[in-house]
């Protein structure tokens, strides 16, 4: 009896998730505030340790976003200046080319984390951050 019950029941389960309507799969958004560390990887250098703030918002092109990055200095935010940031959803990555390197971030859930690295692919600085709420 107890195996003609396990049939049944996965009989019915197997309905039942046929049924159900599929969720579409969470889209990660990197839209919004993050806060988090910036930290130099290269420890003979001007680098410093920096607590970051980066506000990132749309731009008028799907793929392309802007990132105000921010410093805390004497908790004050500073500013570092604003790039221009391309988007792959499918990957969840952000990738932000600059004059002195590539800024190359991953979405996890609510982190984004990520690193800069030289044009000579040196890895300068690590970041992790967290969605601001």
């Not at 046929?18 to 420890?43: E, F, I, K, M, Y």
């Not at 805390?72 to 500073?78: A, F």
Request: charged letters at 25%; hydrophobic letters at 40%.
């Amino acid at each position: 009896m107890s195996r003609r019950f396990a049939c049944i029941a996965a009989v019915i389960a197997s309905a039942l998730a046929h049924s159900l309507p599929a969720q579409a799969p969470v889209r990660p958004d990197p839209v919004g505030t993050w806060r988090g560390t910036s930290l130099c990887q290269l420890r003979l250098s001007a680098c410093h340790d920096e607590v970051v703030v980066y506000r990132i918002t749309r731009t008028r092109t799907t793929d392309s976003l802007s990132m105000d990055a921010r410093k805390i200095v004497d908790g004050q935010e500073e500013d570092m200046g604003v790039l221009g940031c391309r988007f792959d959803a499918t990957s969840a990555r952000l990738t932000c080319a600059m004059r002195n390197g590539v800024w190359d971030f991953t979405i996890r859930r609510d982190s984004l984390v990520g690193e800069l690295r030289l044009p000579d692919g040196t890895r300068f600085r690590d970041v992790r951050t967290v969605r601001a709420r």
